[in-house]
């Protein structure tokens, strides 16, 4: 139990593109989703949680308005890196929790983004 | 801004020796949990601990979480090479459901 898809696994894509990436619970409700970048060799960096039905809130020095989140459903939250640019190009992991204090997350297999 | 610290950061071994991997805080978190992470995949749960003095064991692995809720370790008994991997723990500061993870060890078992 407690599945999460995260979809597409790799993106390559020119640089000034906008990439959407899925996270989905395919058997649990998710009141809180989180998202994690993470650069080759080191650990899980958090960007932001989101809750169904509200505005995300992003970690200081993460931008908004060029990693933009909607969690519409309890099992669909996505990510979208705005006008990506090589500096963006990195693994990028979503995880689902149930909410609530000590619920542990479950993890996507992450997405891997490559900007040309 | 709480932070955990893992040591070794990385670790090469031969199969079947023993290893211990090391995290700390000066922060108290009301739970830790133990992942292994493989290249170019999520990490995945190994163990949840939230007693301070807990010890928990899953085969050849055993976590334990320290009396005061700061640190935990993992100790791996007789490595195989499918232990190998990027090991991190990650606390919860309260009742929230946001994690800190730790810095990571990069642990390599070799035949």
């Known amino acids: 139990g407690a599945v999460v898809s995260q979809h597409p696994s790799r993106v390559i894509c020119k640089s000034g593109t906008s990439v959407k990436i899925e996270c989905r619970s395919l058997?649990?409700?998710?009141?809180?989703m989180f998202w994690y970048r993470q650069f080759p060799k080191q650990s899980l960096m958090l960007m932001a949680t989101?809750?169904?039905?509200?505005?995300?809130?992003?970690e200081q020095g993460v931008e908004k308005d060029k990693f933009l989140i909607n969690h519409a459903s309890l099992t669909l939250s996505t990510l979208t890196v705005t006008s990506a640019h090589p500096e963006d190009s990195s693994f990028y992991i979503c995880?689902?929790?149930?909410?609530?204090?000590?619920?542990?997350?479950?993890f996507g297999d992450g997405t891997r983004l490559s900007i040309l | 801004t709480q932070l955990l610290e893992q040591s070794p950061q990385f670790l090469s071994i031969q199969e079947g020796e023993n290893l211990t991997v090391y995290c700390n805080s000066s922060?108290?978190?009301?739970?830790l949990q133990w992942y292994r992470q493989e290249p170019g995949e999520g990490p995945v749960l190994l163990v949840t601990?939230?007693?301070?003095?807990e010890v928990k064991k899953l085969k050849r692995l055993t976590f334990q979480f320290g009396d005061a809720r700061k640190d935990s370790s993992l100790h791996i008994t007789a490595a195989q090479p499918g232990d190998t991997g990027l090991y991190l723990c990650?606390?919860?500061?309260?009742?929230?459901?946001?994690?800190?993870f730790g810095t990571g060890t990069r642990l390599q078992v070799t035949l």
């Open positions: 995880s689902a929790s149930m909410g609530g204090g000590g619920q542990p997350q479950h």
């Open positions: 922060s108290v978190f009301s739970s």
């Open positions: 989101s809750n169904e039905g509200s505005k995300a809130t992003y």
């Open positions: 990650a606390g919860a500061p309260g009742t929230a459901s946001k994690l800190t």
């Open positions: 058997d649990f409700q998710a009141t809180t």
């Open positions: 601990v939230v007693t301070g003095g």
